[in-house]
């Protein structure tokens, strides 16, 4: 079929013109090669799984590392046919290929279920490798996949042990668990009794697999108590919770916790409808031993380079009731040169999120600050990522729809994905200057706990940037509690 003919069938929403198209694309057959838009016809098709299967083959992308796993991508929320083109991107060498599989291959269930032909070998082979040093999700992986070697091999289980420790702060009960074991197997004393009663405690008070091993094993240790280590040991377990307790990994798994000696609730993990409200936190701020005080001596050492903290650590940081002082924002934020820049902003997205009535826009309003947060957005798309509806000539041409359902919305947002991507990606590009910064991972995880809204926390973090950006329009928007999303001919908006 020939090009012309191809690209209007595919304009009309053919989803097997749209497949063809996107082949021909990754395979430079009448275009250029051009990822971009393979990738954005082949998320057009996804529509339509079938159109997909048609056309596209293992042997036709067999030395397309970047085609199967896009393929992989569009293809896995509805058929099993998306795992071979996953496992030949990460034969063919592509990393985030590899971690994919290597991470699928650490669930045995799920290898079981999708049918994956790779080994615990080579997928630690893959998560071995430098570009994933120091991953959270890779650390867990390996200390699966390690666990599940070391009964053949006493290497396997110090990796395995090396793994969990760098895990540990998740507080997940089979890593604790783990970590509890290793420390009751060591030589008899009363600083590694007490270690292995901390995470043995901490394992046994979360419902999961190793619950009922955690309890016996922690019941034993205290009929063989040593120097009251055992208490010291619940002790180190209670203060660990305290400070944890406010980390992204953790508080996102585990709203209830109960004594596994006595069985009474804990009340050291902070709920989400606490942290939605408003209400988390400890009420006495100026104590040096209160969780909000660690946090931010903890803050201090994750910018000196503290390997032991990550940014997970900070999911909850601006969450404390009563609110940081303006001393204590001044003293976190001691390391910027634009340390009154973050605290604006900090204060601008709060009074966003937590103001009882938005801005009021009329629709003429509505239309025109979208028009001018499009300019801005577009304009600073590279040549990579411009199509046609992704340009400044579109926008003269739009038209505005507003959506009454937040539902329907909700559907063309999905519809529309790849095209709001490439928009945020300008956003991305507004801060990426400032990734270098110390705590720059930290920041943004704790905005990003502030807000659940990626766009503020770029708007937070450009501060670090020395671009210019014009947020003026985006601002607008999130005060009106409007939001859109653009297709070919038409911009979607609606009222939150």
């Not at 896995?76 to 699928?104: D, E, F, I, R």
């Not at 709060?350 to 009882?356: E, G, H, M, P, V």
């Not at 529309?416 to 990426?432: F, G, I, P, Q, W």
Request: with cysteine.
């Amino acid at each position: 079929m020939e090009l012309a003919k191809l690209l209007l069938l595919a304009n009309r929403h053919d989803h097997h013109a749209q497949a063809k198209l996107s082949l021909q694309y990754y395979l430079g057959n009448e275009v250029p090669t051009d990822r971009s838009k393979a990738r954005m016809w082949l998320q057009k098709a996804a529509l339509d799984a079938t159109a997909i299967e048609s056309v596209f083959n293992l042997n036709v992308v067999r030395n397309h590392a970047e085609a199967c796993f896009d393929l992989y991508q569009c293809l896995s929320a509805n058929t099993p046919s998306a795992h071979p083109y996953l496992v030949s991107s990460a034969n063919q060498g592509h990393l985030l290929a590899q971690k994919t599989v290597a991470l699928l291959v650490s669930d045995k269930a799920l290898v079981t279920a999708v049918g994956l032909a790779v080994s615990d070998k080579q997928a630690i082979h893959w998560l071995e490798q430098p570009d994933f040093h120091g991953q959270e999700d890779v650390h867990k992986a390996l200390f699966t996949l390690y666990s599940r070697a070391k009964k053949s091999d006493g290497d396997e289980a110090e990796k395995a042990v090396y793994h969990a420790q760098c895990v540990a702060h998740t507080g997940d009960p089979e890593v604790t668990y783990a970590l509890g074991v290793h420390n009751k197997q060591l030589p008899v004393s009363a600083q590694n009794t007490s270690a292995a009663v901390q995470w043995l405690y901490l394992s046994a008070c979360l419902p999961s697999p190793v619950e009922a091993c955690a309890k016996s094993d922690l019941n034993s240790l205290r009929i063989k108590d040593i120097d009251g280590a055992f208490e010291q040991g619940v002790q180190a377990a209670h203060q660990w919770l305290e400070l944890h307790a406010r980390d992204s990994a953790f508080f996102n798994q585990h709203e209830q916790l109960f004594d596994p000696i006595n069985g009474d609730a804990l009340a050291f993990v902070i709920s989400k409808q606490q942290i939605m409200s408003g209400k988390a936190g400890p009420n006495v701020i100026d104590n040096p031993k209160t969780p909000q005080a660690e946090m931010i001596n903890r803050w201090h050492r994750y910018c000196g380079g503290d390997k032991t903290v990550s940014s997970s650590h900070f999911f909850c940081f601006f969450y404390d009731d009563p609110p940081l002082t303006e001393v204590q924002l001044k003293d976190i934020f001691r390391y910027y040169d634009c340390r009154d820049e973050l605290i604006a902003r900090l204060n601008v997205v709060k009074a966003i999120l937590f103001a009882r009535d938005g801005d009021t826009l009329s629709q003429k309003q509505i239309e025109d600050t979208i028009t001018q947060d499009l300019r801005f957005r577009i304009s600073s798309l590279d040549r990579f990522h411009r199509v046609k509806f992704l340009s400044i000539e579109y926008i003269d041409a739009v038209e505005f729809k507003h959506i009454e359902s937040t539902d329907e919305f909700k559907k063309l947002q999905e519809q529309t994905e790849l095209a709001m991507s490439t928009l945020d990606a300008t956003l991305d590009k507004v801060k990426s200057s400032a990734h270098l910064f110390p705590g720059y991972y930290g920041l943004g995880e704790a905005l990003y706990g502030l807000s659940r809204d990626y766009r503020l926390q770029h708007y937070f973090l450009a501060a670090l940037s020395k671009r210019n950006a014009d947020f003026g329009p985006f601002l607008l928007l999130c005060k009106a509690s409007v939001e859109y999303c653009v297709d070919e001919d038409t911009v979607y908006w609606v009222n939150r």
